[in-house]
T-cell receptor, first 111, second 118 residues
Framework: AQRVTQPEKLLSVFKGAPVELKCNYS??????LFWYVQYSRQRLQLLLR??SRESIKGFTADLNKGETSFHLKKPFAQEEDSAMYYC?????????????FGTGTRLLVSP | DTGVSQNPRHKITKRGQNVTFRCDPI?????LYWYRQTLGQGPEFLTY????????KSRLLSDRFSAERPKGSFSTLEIQRTEQGDSAMYLC????????????????FGPGTRLTVT
């Protein structure tokens, strides 16, 4: 079975502090991993995916297959980063992209 | 707005009534997905269409739920004999087809339809 675990419901940091949102997954095959973000009163949108290896809005995430983790990191948090963050997994090579989401972590960045 | 749209945005219904939601995907997207999100949870996959063909259904989708995409464009999700447990946000997403090397295209989400069953 595919499962995504985000252990923290809420992460509260001050502006300028480093941020790490944890994500662990369980899947027997090769997954594709994503981070989605939902800002207040906006729709869910893709932040980044492990395949592209991009840094978006200063966020990065590295897939660690040994630890089955895909933690999201940012060295210096900004107030505009406050949002709900969801880690998601999709099995590769299945012909479609079913997303399995974690329960989400709310990031609150205070001034 | 050329993004994914969903109607209605909110629906309040009494237990036992039938409800239908509509999703209009981004026009060039041939894949359409439905998810359900309950309070405190992430979205849960319900079903998926490739053009007009429904190719995958979650076990979450009981026989009271039915989804269609008759012409491969918009989709409807119907819930018959609603129950209080059906109260949730219903999300629709669309994407292009499979990318190269087994990867996939980004899913674009709609704003959702919030269902409240009283």
């Amino acid at each position: 079975a595919q499962r995504v675990t985000q252990p923290e419901k809420l992460l509260s940091v001050f502006k300028g502090a480093p941020v790490e949102l944890k994500c662990n997954y369980s899947y027997s095959g090769s997954p594709e991993l994503f981070w989605y973000v939902q800002y207040s009163r906006q729709r869910l949108q893709l932040l980044l995916r492990h395949i592209s290896r991009e840094s978006i809005k200063g966020f990065t995430a590295d897939l660690n297959k040994g630890e089955t983790s895909f933690h999201l990191k940012k060295p210096f948090a900004q107030e505009e980063d406050s949002a709900m963050y969801y880690c998601a997994l999709s099995p590769m090579n299945t012909g479609f992209q079913k997303l399995v989401f974690g329960t989400g972590t709310r990031l609150l960045v205070s001034p | 707005d050329t993004g994914v749209s969903q109607n209605p945005r909110h629906k309040i219904t009494k237990r036992g009534q039938n409800v239908t939601f509509r999703c209009d995907p981004i026009s060039e997207h041939n894949r359409l997905y439905w998810y359900r999100q309950t309070l405190g949870q992430g979205p849960e996959f319900l079903t998926y269409f490739q053009n007009e063909a429904q190719l995958e259904k979650s076990r979450l989708l009981s026989d009271r739920f039915s989804a269609e995409r008759p012409k491969g464009s918009f989709s409807t999700l119907e819930i018959q004999r609603t129950e209080q447990g059906d109260s949730a946000m219903y999300l629709c997403a669309s994407s292009r087809g499979a990318g190269l090397a087994g990867g996939s295209y980004e899913q674009y989400f709609g704003p959702g339809t919030r269902l409240t069953v009283t």
